[in-house]
Nanobody, 121 residues
Framework: VQVVESGGGLVQPGGSLRLSCVAS????????MGWYRQVPGKDRELVATINSGGYTNYADPVKGRFTISRDNAKNTVYLQMNSLKPEDTAVYYC????????????????WGQGTQVTVSS
């Protein structure tokens, strides 16, 4: 299973960015997908997750500013980021939990390579 993010870049404070992440390969079904972020010297932290039924969960710092969504037909998850702040600067990683066969025992966690988001004037 491969996970590939896109959409990062440089944006001014108050601006918006939309990240995309597509999962491909030997996928029987995708379970929870999500976004995490990491800055140098700190642990990777949760940003937002969404399960296959559309239930979402957000970290407190991004509530009301970020929106996670998914297109199950395209195995894609999105992160719409509005009202960006300098403290949102980080490498953003996409995570996908995938079942790779009809057996529910065959599940794994897959990560993308990360995309840099920089919020600066």
């Amino acid at each position: 299973v491969q996970v590939v993010e896109s959409g990062g870049g440089l944006v001014q404070p108050g601006g918006s960015l939309r990240l995309s992440c597509v999962a491909s390969g030997s996928i029987y079904s995708l379970k929870t997908m999500g976004w995490y972020r990491q800055v140098p010297g700190k642990d990777r932290e949760l940003v937002a997750t969404i399960n296959s039924g559309g239930y979402t969960n957000y970290a407190d710092p991004v509530k009301g500013r970020f929106t996670i969504s998914r297109d199950n037909a395209k195995n894609t998850v999105y992160l719409q980021m509005n009202s960006l702040k300098p403290e949102d600067t980080a490498v953003y990683y996409c995570h996908a939990r995938a079942q790779t066969s009809p057996s529910s025992a065959n599940q794994g966690d897959y990560w993308g390579q990360g995309t840099q988001v920089t919020v600066s004037s």
